[in-house]
């Protein structure tokens, strides 16, 4: 009886080291599982820290890049409403009648076909001279074959230079337009 | 009309571009001006110009600007704006977004070169704002380092992953048996007055201390309707974390048409930088009407109901921009609640069957139900949520599984014994269940529970702790 119980003993212990083996197997595989998952979880959220990082970066990155034009504008805008002068806007105005004379016969008939009326409106930085005033009327009324009559009013904001409706178009050739393109294309 | 392209030959006096070329929101603005100046030569600069036929119901309708484009913006010389609509042969047909007193027929529009866009960022959480992103609560104008544009692609299909995280609404019948994942498109339908918004706003009020942002869209809703709104979300503290973005009724039509728009780019803009968001479209059926009446007025060719051709493409457009992103793209989610209102119970008209079938499920409220106590109306045999069982926590699922299937029997059941069949035990055991659950699933507004407390009383009436209680009559 002794010995029977003895190997009931021994058998029971070895019940219960295969099953502390198994206890602990089943543990060590739960264990790997969820650490596993963890680290998957980690590499999700670093990877999404990562983009958001990335994005942040381009969104500041491109909130200065714009930030720095603009102030570049303010800076040239109040730069050049000092130094533009009447010298500068004549200049500027004949540099705009040069180019309108140069234009190609397509360029002419195109805006011959979309401004219509004789009456075109203008805005001048400065008032134009008699001469200029002339000289632009002739220039648009080759460009144009017909003839014009001018109505050109005087606005300061566009520090020198000239803007022009023609139609369906409008011609700017002044400071104020030149450094808009500049800062916004 | 001219065509533009003539002016751009090689020696040309003139200089065409400023304004004609569409700002592109990736290129950085020192390399888009990089480029600009590559070729740059002081030179008389030749931009289209367009002038004002006609103004009114908030459309112009502009001569000229033969390279317009759809959804250009357009600057008006008097300070007004507008978006292209509408391109004809010799006409351009806008929608009014912004109108001064001085604008009238002869004023001069120019194309703006740009997209429509509204400023984004965390500066707008608690803020009430108009679709163009200007303030309407008397408060400074937010203050954002980016933009958006309303009307972007929506996410490709290898940006997004799979819907497997629960939204909570805090409603029994909705977390228990039409569960919302975050990422879903669930659709809130019913009559008028039958308890949408209000299902809409405690949804909102239950994400406190959930990490989720929420934005609140109302689309032609009246001033009293937005006052209340507000007033409520203030109430429950849910501005914290909510932007409310108002096109009300008296608004111009063109601000109403873009209110949803604006509110999806809002949470887009989140959802890109990891968070969770819920918007809720309040609603796509006033929405619907909207764009009717902008096409009428512009002359698009109606179609059925005299909507145009593509309302569904412009309700899917917008709903497919909500999704659950890959974390390799910030994995954030956007949830969208649109709502829609339907005539006597109708769920086969045109806008809402469209609507059924863009989204990913849809809560159907029943008049009759609400009449009848029974709230939130509704109705569970009508409601379905096709991917939110992905996203419902095990244990909810595993307590819930059989709950909606029984409940639709026991409603069946119930219809016999109107007759005054006399049933057997078992029988009679299921109807008083069923009665039961249907007093459990009673929710008074502005209530919404934790998932816990619908775990706990799952398990109540699983273990049939409730069976002694007799319900009332």
């Not at chain 2, 109403?256 to 999806?264: E, F, I, R, S, V």
């Amino acid at each position: 009886m002794k010995q029977r119980y003895e190997a009931r003993l021994a058998e029971w212990e070895e019940e219960k080291k295969k099953a502390r083996e198994d206890f602990r197997r089943e543990l060590e595989s739960e264990r790997q599982r969820h650490l596993n998952a963890i680290r998957q979880e980690l590499d999700e959220e670093r990877r999404k820290a990562e983009v958001v990082w990335e994005q942040e970066k381009s969104e500041w990155r491109r909130h200065t890049e714009e930030q720095a034009l603009l102030l570049g504008v303010a800076f040239c805008a109040r730069m050049l409403s000092r130094l533009a002068d009447e010298h500068l806007h004549h200049r500027l105005v004949t540099l705009f009648l040069e180019d309108l004379r140069q234009l190609s016969g397509e360029e002419k008939e195109s805006l011959r076909r979309n401004s219509t009326g004789a009456e075109l409106r203008g805005w001048s930085a400065y008032p134009l001279g008699e001469e200029e005033r002339l000289s632009l009327s002739r220039t648009l009324e080759s460009l144009l074959g017909r003839p014009v009559e001018l109505s050109i009013q005087v606005d300061p904001d566009l520090i020198a230079g000239i803007r022009l409706h023609l139609g369906a178009y409008v011609i700017r050739a002044n400071l104020h337009d030149e450094l808009e393109f500049f800062s916004h294309g | 009309m001219a065509d533009p392209s003539s002016h751009q030959g090689k020696g040309s006096g003139l200089s065409v571009g400023a304004g004609f070329e569409r700002t592109r929101g990736s290129t950085s603005p020192l390399e888009a001006l990089r480029l600009r100046l590559d070729g740059y030569r002081l030179a008389p600069r030749l931009q289209e110009q367009g002038t004002v036929l006609a103004l009114g119901d908030g459309i112009a309708w502009i001569e000229g600007l033969p390279s317009a484009a759809m959804d250009d913006l357009l600057d008006f010389e008097d300070g007004s704006r507008a978006m292209v609509f509408a391109l004809g042969k010799t006409r351009v047909g806008a929608i009014l977004l912004e109108e001064t007193e001085y604008l009238t027929a002869g004023t001069a529009v120019h194309r703006s070169g740009r997209l429509l866009s509204i400023p984004v960022g965390d500066a707008l959480i608690g803020r009430v704002l108009d679709p163009l992103g200007n303030p309407l609560d008397g408060l400074d104008p937010p203050v954002c380092t980016a933009r958006l544009p309303l009307d972007t692609p929506s996410p490709p299909i290898i940006a997004r992953d799979f819907v497997n995280a629960p939204l909570y609404s805090g409603c029994k019948i909705v977390d228990t048996m039409i569960p919302i994942g975050r990422g879903q498109r669930q659709l809130l339908i019913g009559d008028e007055g039958t308890g949408r918004s209000a299902l809409a706003i405690d949804t909102v009020i239950h994400q406190q201390g959930q990490n989720v942002l929420c934005v609140y869209v109302l689309i032609g809703q009246k001033r009293s309707t937005v006052v209340s709104t507000l007033e409520t979300l203030r109430r429950e503290g849910a501005m914290d974390y909510t932007t409310v973005v108002v096109g009300e009724a008296f608004a111009l039509p063109g601000l109403k048409y873009l209110a949803p728009m604006a509110g999806c780019a809002i949470a887009e803009y989140w959802m890109q930088r990891g968070r969770d968001t819920l918007v809720v479209y309040d609603d796509l059926s006033t929405h619907a009407y909207t764009y009717r009446e902008l096409s009428l007025l512009l002359r698009r060719p109606p179609g059925r109901e005299a909507y145009p051709g593509d309302i569904f493409y412009l309700h899917s457009r917008l709903l497919e921009r909500s999704t659950r992103l890959a974390a390799d793209q910030g994995g954030g989610s956007m949830t969208a609640l649109p709502i829609v209102e339907t005539q006597q119970g109708e769920i086969a008209a045109y806008i809402t069957t469209n609507l059924i079938s863009i989204t990913d499920g849809q809560i159907y409220l029943d008049s009759r139900l609400f009449a009848s106590g029974f709230r939130p109306a509704i109705d569970i045999g009508r409601s379905v949520s096709r991917i939110g069982g992905k996203a419902q926590h095990p244990r909810i699922k595993e307590e819930a599984g059989r709950m909606k299937l029984d409940y639709l029997q026991f409603l069946e059941l119930e219809v016999f014994t109107r007759f005054g069949a006399r049933l057997e035990e078992s029988m009679a055991r299921k109807l008083k269940r069923g009665k039961v659950l249907r007093e459990i699933l009673k929710q008074d507004r502005l209530h919404p529970l934790p998932i816990e407390f619908h775990l706990a009383w799952l398990i109540a009436f699983n273990k049939d702790c409730w069976i002694r209680w007799n319900p009332p009559r």
